[in-house]
Structure formats: C-alpha cells, structure tokens
C-alpha cells in the first residue's frame, strides 16, 4: 500500500525558532501534497496545498511568509514553521495524492510540534 | 457555504453495532470518504463512495445518497480498538477534502 512517512515525529523548540517538517512518499509519486494542523479535540484543518513544481496554495488566514512549503519532488514536500510561538503548537499532519483512481489521500503519521 | 455535519460524540456497547451519519452540502461532489482517527495518531483511510449504495469491507461499510447528501458509516461486532474519531469527509469540484469535525465513538464493554 501508499506509506507517507513524515520526519520528525514530534519536536520542542523555543519561541522564536524555525522548524522544518518533511513528509515523503515512499512508494508512490505524489503529484499533489497537502499539510493540515489539528488542535487538541477539533478537526483536520487544511493549511495549504502543493503541487509538485509549483508554488502552493493555501488557505484563507493561513500566513504564506510563516508557513513556507517546497514541494520540490514528486516524493518530498516540507513545510517550515517560521519564528515559531507558543501559539503555532500543534499536531501537523501531511497527505499525499497520486495517481489514483479513487482520488484518496495517505496520510502521514503526523509531527507534534510544542513551542516553549 | 461548504458544511459536513456528524454527531460530536457516541456510546455503544461491545459486540454490538452502530451507524455514524453524515451530512454534507458541497460545492461539486467526488467523492465521500471515511477515516478513522486515534487519539494522536493520523487518520487512516477506511471507505470511499461516489455511487449511491452500500460499500461493504468486513466489519465495516458505508452507504452513500447523492441525491440527499448523506452518508453513514455502519460499524459491526464492535471491538474495545474500535474506540477512535470517525472523520467524514467530502471531495467538492476542485478536488479538495472538506473534513466534518468528527465523531468520538466511545465502546464500553
């Protein structure tokens, strides 16, 4: 099956530091990659879209200059928390699309992210 | 505007069954799609519709009307590990995943 692998699982950093997060898939090319945040007891909350060779797409109130994503490859998007706060902790989880006929999405087992 | 409804939170017993319903008003429809989420881990994918009618995969199935933009998730012989958030999600016109907030099925023994 599609495996979505995301690094790093989780991480702690001070406020006011950058963090990248990688999703890759590893055995499928995804052609288009999203990124979702979820807080604690709500939903998936889409931030941007990504396609391979192009700039992404994100979605209204998410911050372009603070969430920078390279979608570079066919297996490899990052996302890069900016001047990290308190605020921005979360559960970031990726998924990636290929070419499928059922248009599904795999998901990537998510990176924690808790900002001091 | 684009909307998915689902109940917050259920209760259902070991052994038996259950139905989470879905409710959705999308711009285009793709698709409707199924995931399971435990707690702090990522969904995992369990169904896909985009006929009207019953799709079966073991315990599980999920029934589809286009026509009245509902869905539900059947769940049987449930097992203590069924105890997770069921997501139910559509896909509009351009292809994109709208996410209803979710169920909380609670499984006591």
């Known amino acids: 099956g599609a495996v979505v692998s995301q690094h790093p699982s989780w991480v702690i950093c001070k406020s006011g530091t950058s963090v990248k997060i990688e999703c890759r898939s590893l055995?499928?090319?995804?052609?288009?990659m999203f990124w979702y945040r979820q807080f604690p007891k709500q939903s998936l909350m889409l931030m941007a879209t990504s396609n391979e060779g192009s700039k992404a797409t994100y979605e209204q109130g998410v911050e372009k200059d603070k969430f920078l994503i390279n979608h570079a490859s066919l297996t490899l998007s990052t996302l890069t928390v900016t001047s990290a706060h308190p605020e921005d902790s979360s559960f970031y989880i990726c998924?990636?699309?290929?070419?499928?006929?059922?248009?599904?999405?795999?998901f990537g087992p998510g990176t924690r992210l808790t900002v001091l | 505007g684009q909307n998915i409804d689902q109940p917050t939170e259920m209760t259902a017993t070991e052994g038996a069954i259950v139905q989470i319903n879905c409710t959705y008003q999308t711009s285009g429809f793709n698709g409707l799609f199924w995931y399971q989420q435990h707690a702090g881990e990522a969904p995992t994918f369990l169904s896909y519709n985009v006929l009207d009618g019953l799709e079966e995969k073991g315990r599980f199935s999920s029934f589809l009307s286009r026509s009245k933009g509902y869905s539900y998730l059947l769940l049987k012989e449930l097992q203590m590990k069924d105890s997770a958030s069921y997501l139910c999600?559509?896909?509009?016109?351009?292809?994109?995943?709208?996410w209803g907030a979710g169920t909380k099925l609670i499984i006591k023994p």
């Open positions: 999600a559509v896909m509009d016109s351009n292809y994109q995943l709208i």
């Open positions: 055995d499928f090319q995804a052609t288009t």
């Open positions: 998924s990636a699309r290929g070419r499928n006929e059922n248009n599904e999405q795999f």
